[in-house]
C-alpha cells in the first residue's frame, strides 16, 4: 500500500470582494473546506502540489490565475479517522498555505470522489462554514492577506472583525 506524505497545502480560492469558494466533502457530508492535498513525492514543490490539488478537486487551472505561496505552515494531529492513510506511527501533518485569486466565481467540476458539492461564500460566512478550525483561521486571515498582494476591496473587508488563532483538533 502507498502511504500519504504527511506534508500537504491547503488553497483559499477567492475572488477579489473575498468570496471564498468551499468544497463538501464525499467521505465526510457536512464537512466543509478549501482545497487541500498532500504531496505527491517528497521532493515535489509545494506550488505543484497546490496546483494540482486544484486543477483535480475544482477544474481551475492556477496558472491562468493569481497563486500565492503565503509563506505560512501549520502542524496538526491527524484526524483519528483518516490516519490509516499514513504510514504506521504518523500522527501529524505540515500544511502549507496558498491563495488563489481568481477575477470571479467560477464554475467547478467536481471529483466526485473528493467533493458532493461547492459554493461561494463571502469570506467571513465561508470561515463559519469550514469544519477545520485551522481552514476557518486561513479564511480569517484572507482580508489582510489579499490586501498584501494589491486587492482593493481588502482593505476595509477585515474591519470590526478580529481574526482567532486556532488548530486542528
Not at 57 to 86: F, K, N, S, V
Request: glycine share 8%; net charge negative.
Amino acid at each position: 500500500m502507498s502511504y500519504k506524505i504527511p506534508e500537504s497545502v491547503l488553497v483559499v480560492i477567492y475572488t477579489p470582494d473575498l468570496q471564498v469558494l468551499l468544497l463538501e466533502r464525499a467521505d465526510r457530508p457536512g464537512f466543509w473546506q478549501s482545497v487541500t492535498g498532500s504531496l505527491d513525492t517528497l521532493d515535489e514543490p509545494l506550488a505543484l502540489t497546490a496546483a494540482r490539488e486544484v486543477a483535480e478537486e475544482t477544474g481551475i487551472i492556477a496558472g491562468e490565475h493569481q497563486l500565492t505561496d503565503w509563506g505560512h505552515a501549520i502542524q496538526y494531529d491527524i484526524y483519528p479517522q483518516w490516519r490509516h492513510r499514513y504510514a504506521e506511527g504518523v500522527t501529524r501533518n505540515t500544511e502549507h498555505w496558498f491563495g488563489l485569486r481568481v477575477a470571479a466565481a467560477l464554475p467547478v467540476t467536481l471529483a466526485p470522489r473528493e467533493h458532493l458539492q461547492y459554493k461561494w461564500l463571502p469570506w467571513q460566512q465561508a470561515a463559519q462554514q469550514c469544519f477545520s478550525s485551522s481552514n476557518a483561521e486561513a479564511i480569517r486571515q484572507l482580508a489582510w492577506r489579499a490586501g498584501k498582494a494589491g486587492a482593493p476591496a481588502a482593505a476595509d473587508a477585515d474591519a470590526g472583525h478580529e481574526a482567532t488563532v486556532g488548530g486542528r483538533p
